[in-house]
């Protein structure tokens, strides 16, 4: 089978609702519209760690960014995006097109969008000082699948094909 090298890297919780805090979660696992867009478009999907499940774990409470804007957590997300950006130079390297980066809108770590979350300064600081250009979307912090989440589906499928 001939792959399609391409490639789309992902907030963790758009796979895995699992490690959202409990009262933020909007999905039983993963957003099986979003994913399912992706799938349709023949596009490989890299799962990038969620740095507050590394950092406290799964009973952690909700945090805003100032708050979790410590020095160890911007050390964790500083070694996530080291890694994610070799990651990225392997896939570019071997003649991959990355079609960009999904992340979260409103979450402390990996909203890319508006206030940026400080897995995201790091990973993107990161990127462009490495030359890798990336189209950048989030998930809407009310999105929900199915009729709800339409309009972001029609946004995604606009940045798939971009």
């Not at 740095?51 to 774990?57: F, I, K, Q, T, V």
């Not at 950006?85 to 570019?92: A, D, P, Q």
Request: net charge neutral.
């Amino acid at each position: 089978m001939e792959r399609s090298k391409r490639v789309v890297f992902i907030s963790h919780c758009i796979l895995n609702q699992n490690t959202v805090v409990p009262p933020l979660a909007r999905a039983k696992g993963p957003y099986r519209d979003i994913i399912e867009e992706i799938m349709n478009h023949g596009i490989g999907i890299h799962q990038m760690p969620c740095p507050e499940y590394r950092y406290l774990g799964l009973k952690r409470k909700p945090m805003t960014k100032s708050e979790y804007d410590t020095e160890d957590f911007r050390k964790l997300c500083r070694e996530i995006s080291k890694d994610t950006v070799n990651i990225m130079k392997e896939y570019l390297n071997s003649g991959y097109e990355i079609i960009g980066l999904i992340g979260i809108n409103h979450s402390p770590s990996c909203s890319i969008m508006g206030n940026r979350g400080i897995l995201m300064e790091e990973l993107l600081d990161l990127a462009y000082k490495s030359g890798i250009k990336l189209n950048l979307v989030d998930v809407p912090t009310d999105y929900y699948d199915g009729e709800r989440g339409k309009e972001f589906i029609a946004e995604l499928k606009a940045f798939l094909n971009n």
